[in-house]
């Protein structure tokens, strides 16, 4: 694809104000109508989890890719459409429409936005082209057998021995480790330190020696998760992000960004979707049934208003509140989704698995009781 859309308007360059011009909808229509095919519309229509089955997900990330879509929050200076919020919600909002296969990529949706905003030049450089090429896949390395929500109760080792750190530990529920080149972790690099004090933010490539990963089967038979184990793993000094000992601020920054987009409006109309197709199927459209997808849909179209005020202006709602509020209105809104589907057709396999698969939605990201204390405190409420 060039990017011409033979009878379409030319987009418009000025700035936007909140509306998608009909130049840029053609271009989106034209691009789908073109590029989605049945077998990836179907692969997208049986995803239950995060990400869609690998195959289908590299077709769809090269072909979004040659178009030069596949990271529309990125700058254009590495990579980005320079769309805005706008635009943003209108293509992603349009691929759940059609079915298109999830991407949910950690390299683009998170750690690339975390190199941009604070990566050194030669890290750019290394990272975000490979990023964008799906040569790296990246994923994250931060909950511990011990340290899930409480994260700074971590104890993987990064003892620093000449110009390498040295990782002996483990992470686990890390999210497709097993198909992952990269992983983004923290550890612990001073000895005797305590909670967010003395550690370190790393970037690994997962094929070094001592690297093990062992994959977590689901409840639901899927292991979209894993144990990744650390022996002796050397890891040069080059590959940090912020300062030895201070890793824990380039931590809270990155989570930020990925509490942030981790349920996107894509993913929940995707489920909604699902949800009418399933109950339509099923033959369960009463009243009651009717009326819950009616304030499930109502619910769909606050939370979109609120992911677009967040884009359009990331402070108004305070520094920490933003991805609080957005992880907390849309995991909760995932799994009020999946439940209702299952009711509706409580026999379909599809309803089962997508339900079983979104019961850790409010724990992944920190569970939503550590994100309501982290709104409590952010509007002043008084400890009990």
């Known amino acids: 694809m060039d990017g011409s859309f033979g009878d379409c308007e030319t987009a418009a360059t000025g700035p936007d104000v909140g509306l998608v011009s ?4 053609c271009q989106v229509s034209e691009f789908l109508d073109c590029a989605l095919t049945p077998d990836l519309q179907q692969a ?3 995803t239950t989890g995060l990400k869609s089955a690998p195959e289908a997900s590299e077709k769809w990330r090269a072909r979004v890719h040659e178009q030069g879509w596949l990271a529309p929050s990125w700058p254009r200076a590495y990579g980005g459409t320079g769309w805005t919020p706008s635009q943003r919600l209108h293509f992603d909002s349009q691929c759940a429409d059609r079915d298109a296969p999830i991407l949910m990529s950690s390299g683009v949706r998170t750690i690339g936005p975390l190199i ?3 990566g050194s030049a030669e890290q750019k450089a290394h990272y975000l082209p490979a990023i964008l090429l799906g040569v790296h896949e990246w994923c994250q390395g931060f909950s511990e057998p011990q340290a899930g929500s409480d994260l700074t109760a971590l104890s993987l080792r990064a003892d620093l021995e000449g110009d390498h750190f040295i990782l002996n530990g483990s992470k686990i529920w890390t999210s497709f480790a097993q198909h992952a080149t990269h992983m983004f972790l923290l550890a612990r690099t001073v000895p005797g330190s305590t909670r967010g004090d003395g550690l370190v933010f790393l970037l690994l490539d997962m094929t070094m020696l001592g690297v093990t ?16 184990f650390f022996d002796n793993v050397r890891v040069p000094v080059g590959s940090r992000i912020g300062e030895i000992g201070d890793g824990w601020a380039t931590a809270k920054q990155l ?7 981790n349920t996107t409006v894509g ?4 489920a909604f979707r699902m949800a009418m197709r399933g109950a339509q199927d099923g033959g369960v459209l009463d009243l009651s049934v009717q009326a819950r997808f009616a304030n499930l849909e109502m619910r769909m179209d606050s939370f979109e208003a609120v992911a677009a005020r967040h884009l359009s202006d990331p402070k108004s709602m305070g520094i920490r509140a933003p991805s609080s509020v957005l992880k907390l209105l849309a995991t909760e809104l995932h799994q009020a989704i999946t439940a209702l589907a299952l009711d509706a057709n409580p026999f379909g396999g599809l309803a089962q698995r997508k339900y079983l698969a979104t019961r850790a939605a409010t724990i992944y990201s920190g569970t939503s009781e550590t994100h309501r204390n982290i709104l409590a405190k952010a509007i002043g409420c008084p400890r009990g």
């Open 22 to 25: 009909e130049a840029f909808k």
């Open 44 to 46: 997208g229509r049986e």
């Open 267 to 270: 993913v929940l109309r995707r």
């Open 116 to 118: 941009i905003a604070a």
């Open 213 to 228: 990963v062992q994959p977590i089967p689901f409840i639901d038979g899927d292991a979209e998760t894993s144990q990744v």
């Open 255 to 261: 989570m930020a960004i990925a509490r942030s987009n």
